[in-house]
């Protein structure tokens, strides 16, 4: 039996209870948050682990097993690079065709609500498509028949075409560069069983030299909104911390370096919502309670 009565029991219980409900629903995985996903340095707005980074872009880009991922209705995608000065992320599709490999490809998609847009730099070029894809309908104009016909060129120029079932250096009918006249925002989409093409490739660049497809840079360059940024979060990052979220509200928190996560910085001010290490568990209302615990074991007329 506790050494105090009854109600100084129901008081503790209550406290207790209080503790637990204020401990917040998400945090960071091993109480911080990593700077780098393998070899992709990782900064706000994105995160490493569950709490990190900004929500918004939580809910598209992931760390796992060392690969930071980009995820769409259409399939999860590799982040092989950001620019974090221009707040551009450069995604590869390991379905998607390339000079050294070529099979048939998935859809892809940029979800409406996502906070990215596709640059106009990006040249999708569809493969293997029917003749009675409706990408070649004159009244649509959807394939660039200028600089557009070199690219197609080029691609049709490698062995690998034979993995989607053509010869090397054929003919480029069933090749478009795709341009759409939509912008290429929020909510693009390309359907391949649609448009009745067998694969999909992506250039961001030509690697200084337009003649060589296997010189040329393979993926799909987005870029992503930067107004995310805060005060709250510079003044973060200043004191050494990483800007998350916490809590069913997913409010803003600074995770420091030591697992502590404020609403402020890693100085030591502001008021301290949780601290979590593998050996123990710190709660400001635990402390309360385990406080009272003690009060009430040594004295019994505080809670008689």
């Keep these: 039996m506790f050494p105090f009565t009854k109600p100084c029991r129901i008081l503790l219980f209550l406290f207790l209870l209080h503790a637990l409900q204020a401990i917040p629903s998400i945090i960071p995985l091993n109480g911080k948050c990593r700077d780098k996903c393998g070899s992709v340095p990782i900064k706000f707005p994105f995160g490493s682990d569950s709490g990190c980074g900004h929500p918004d872009f939580a809910r598209y880009i992931k760390c ?40 048939n490809s998935g859809s892809f998609t940029l979800e409406r609500k996502s906070p990215f847009t596709l640059l106009p730099d990006n040249i999708f070029v569809l493969l293997g498509c029917s003749t009675t894809s409706p990408v070649f309908d004159r009244n649509t104009d959807f394939c660039d028949t200028g600089s557009g016909l070199n690219v197609c060129r080029g691609l049709y120029s490698c062995r690998s075409v034979e993995g989607i079932g053509l010869e090397p250096n054929g003919a480029i009918s069933t090749c478009c560069v795709y341009d759409p006249p939509s912008a290429l925002g929020p909510g693009y989409g390309l359907d391949l069983p649609k448009l009745q093409c067998s694969s999909y490739s992506a250039v961001n660049g030509f690697g ?11 993926g799909i360059s987005l870029q992503y909104n ?6 709250a979060c510079k003044n973060c990052e200043d004191s050494g911390g990483f800007c998350g979220f916490s809590g ?40 309360v309670s385990i406080e009272l615990f003690l009060i009430c074991a040594h004295s019994s007329d505080i809670c008689s």
């Excluded at 209705?73 to 490999?101: E, Q, R, W």
């Excluded at 200084?208 to 393979?218: H, I, L, R, S, V």
């Design 208 to 218: 200084g030299d337009e003649g060589d497809p296997m010189k040329w840079q393979y």
């Design 226 to 231: 930067n107004s995310y940024y805060s005060n």
């Design 248 to 287: 069913l509200d997913e409010s803003f928190a600074c995770i420091c370096q030591n697992g502590m996560n404020t609403t402020i910085n890693c100085y030591g001010r502001g008021f301290v919502l949780f601290f979590f290490s593998p050996d123990h568990i710190y709660n400001a209302s635990l402390h």
């Design 64 to 103: 796992s097993f060392g690969t930071l991922q980009f995820s769409t209705g259409t399939g999860i995608y590799a982040v092989s690079s950001i620019d974090y000065s221009s707040n551009t992320i450069v995604i590869t599709d390991p379905l998607m065709s390339t000079c050294s490999s070529m099979q």
